[in-house]
C-alpha cells in the first residue's frame, strides 16, 4: 500500500463530498488528492533530509580525523543546511495533516514517527559543530575506531529509513530492518567499549582531562544509533497498533 493509498484511507475519517461542484470547478475529491500527493512528497523529502544529514555526518567525522580542515568546514556548513531543511519539510507535513484534517489513528502515528525522527538531523548537527568548536585531540590509534563507529552508526539510520518507509507500503515486512537497527546498534555499543577501554587504559600520552573529553565525544559519535534504536522500538510498537 502507497502513501497516497494510506491517505486517502485517513481521508475517510472527514467529510469529503465525492460528488464534483459545477462545471469548471474542483471536486473537494481532486483537492484533498492533491493533498495527499503534498502530503506524500514532504515526508519523502523529509527522510531523504535526515538521511542526507547522516551521510554528512560520517564524512565530517572522517575528515575532521583525517585533518581535512577545509573539508571539514564545508561538511558543517552542510549539515547545518540539512537540518534546516528538514526541519521545513516536518513543519510543511504537520501542517497539512493538522489543515486538512488528515488526523484519524494512524495518522497521529505517522505525526509522532516523523517527529522523534528530527533527532536524527539535530545530532547529526550538535556533533559536528562540537567537534569544530571544541578540537579534540585524537591519536592515530583512535582514529579509525571512531569512523567505525560514526559508519555502523550510519548503517543503523539507513536501516530505520527502510524500515519506515515500508511502513508506509508493506507493514507485515519491517521486522528485518527493524532487526538490522538492534543489530547495528549492539554493534556501535561493542565498539563504544573497545575504543574507551583504549583511551583509559591504553593510552600513556594523555592525561585524564584529554582521555574524559574524547570519552564525551565517543558517546556522540555513537549517538544516532541510539536514535535510531528509540525509532526502530516506535515503529515495531505502530506495526502491532495496525495489526489490531
Do not use: W
Amino acid at each position: 500500500m502507497a502513501y497516497s493509498q494510506i491517505i486517502r484511507i485517513l481521508c475517510l475519517g472527514t467529510n469529503l463530498n465525492p460528488n464534483p461542484n459545477k462545471k469548471g470547478e474542483r471536486s473537494m475529491k481532486d483537492i484533498f488528492l492533491d493533498r495527499n500527493k503534498e502530503l506524500e512528497n514532504e515526508i519523502e523529502e523529509y527522510l531523504c533530509c535526515l538521511h542526507n544529514g547522516a551521510m554528512i555526518f560520517y564524512e565530517g567525522i572522517k575528515d575532521y580525523i583525517h585533518k581535512n580542515d577545509k573539508r571539514f568546514k564545508e561538511r558543517v556548513r552542510a549539515v547545518i543546511e540539512h537540518e534546516k531543511e528538514a526541519d521545513g519539510h516536518l513543519k510543511n507535513l504537520k501542517f497539512t495533516l493538522y489543515r486538512y484534517n488528515l488526523i484519524p489513528d494512524l495518522s497521529a502515528d505517522i505525526l509522532e514517527l516523523m517527529d522523534a525522527m528530527d533527532d536524527i538531523s539535530d545530532v547529526s548537527k550538535q556533533v559536528l559543530l562540537d567537534l569544530d568548536i571544541e578540537r579534540p585531540y585524537m591519536e592515530d590509534e583512535f582514529s579509525e575506531d571512531f569512523i567505525e563507529i560514526a559508519k555502523i552508526s550510519l548503517k543503523a539510520v539507513e536501516a530505520l529509513m527502510g524500515g519506515v518507509r515500508l511502513f508506509f507500503t508493506h507493514v507485515k515486512t519491517i521486522d528485518d530492518y527493524i532487526s538490522k537497527v538492534y543489530f547495528y546498534e549492539s554493534e556501535v555499543d561493542k565498539l563504544e567499549e573497545v575504543l574507551k577501554t583504549k583511551i583509559f587504559q591504553n593510552s600513556e600520552t594523555l592525561d585524564l582531562s584529554q582521555k574524559m573529553h574524547l570519552s564525551y565525544f565517543v558517546k556522540k559519535t555513537a549517538a544516532l544509533s541510539d536514535i535510531a534504536e528509540q525509532m526502530a522500538i516506535k515503529l515495531s510498537v505502530f506495526k502491532f497498533k495496525r495489526g489490531i
